[in-house]
């Protein structure tokens, strides 16, 4: 598998990352600080799940300490649905970087192509439509700043991707996805490689559960289980789809 991935905008992303999703106040920062310590470079993080400002102190830390520079790292996160009115995502943008200490982010994702009324969460009566072409103008304008030095989009499928290719001056980098054996995403991923977007997986590791195991799939996970270095059957057979598909993973 390889180490980094090359963006359309010649940005090198490291293949695999440490996602944040659901961590526990008071730990994340500690995580964030020991996997960087252990060699990660690629941390993905999002407005929504609340743990910014933790991370920030974490990032901090590590500046500090001389355990890495900011050139080091590659930082992503991702615009909230409250958030996609183009007056707002500004806003929205800066509170990320303030919490999270960086002057810029190296990758900034629409996180959904859904949209809610400001300050409200999910909820029927919160809906509105959303414009995407509108939010992707704001995205590119972050871009052009160098606030964010690649931009793109999480959880948009083959059609919401291609009407935004369609119209985008700036197209959208990468498209964060779940992704498994067991939803490989077939569709998506072969768009995605035609049009030049980059497919990142989030939620691999959901797949542990329910694989479908054959002997040629065994045969063939314990081949590439070797040439990886990975002991564990199951581990070895998510690394042997992951090796082919040539993806990522936050």
Not at 69 to 98: Q, Y
Request: glycine share 8%.
């Amino acid at each position: 598998m390889a180490r980094h991935f090359v963006l359309s905008t010649g940005a090198m992303m490291p293949s695999v990352g440490l996602g944040t999703w659901q961590s526990d106040p008071g730990v994340v920062g500690d995580v964030v600080y020991a996997a960087v310590k252990a060699g990660y470079r690629h941390i993905d993080c999002a407005r929504v799940h609340g743990n910014e400002k933790e991370m920030g102190l974490a990032l901090k830390k590590l500046f500090e300490e001389g355990v890495v520079k900011r050139e080091d790292l590659f930082i992503t996160s991702k615009l909230w649905d409250d958030h996609h009115a183009p007056e707002d995502m500004p806003e929205a943008l800066n509170e990320s970087l303030n919490d999270l200490q960086l002057d810029y982010l190296d990758l900034y994702l629409i996180h959904w192509p859904f949209r809610v009324k400001k300050g409200t969460k999910h909820s029927p009566e919160n809906y509105i439509a959303p414009d995407i072409p509108a939010t992707w103008g704001a995205m590119e304008k972050l871009y052009d700043a160098g606030k964010a030095r690649a931009v793109g989009v999480s959880n948009f499928s083959s059609k919401k991707l291609g009407d935004l290719l369609a119209v985008a001056r700036v197209p959208p980098a990468v498209d964060q996805v779940e992704c498994h054996p067991g939803w490989q995403q077939t569709k998506l991923h072969n768009f995605c490689q035609s049009a030049g977007v980059h497919l990142t997986v989030n939620r691999f590791y959901y797949a542990y559960t329910g694989l479908i195991v054959t002997p040629t799939c065994v045969a063939i996970s314990i081949h590439v289980s070797h040439d990886l270095g990975v002991s564990d059957l199951t581990k070895g057979l998510l690394a042997t789809w992951f090796t082919w598909y040539n993806l990522d993973e936050c």
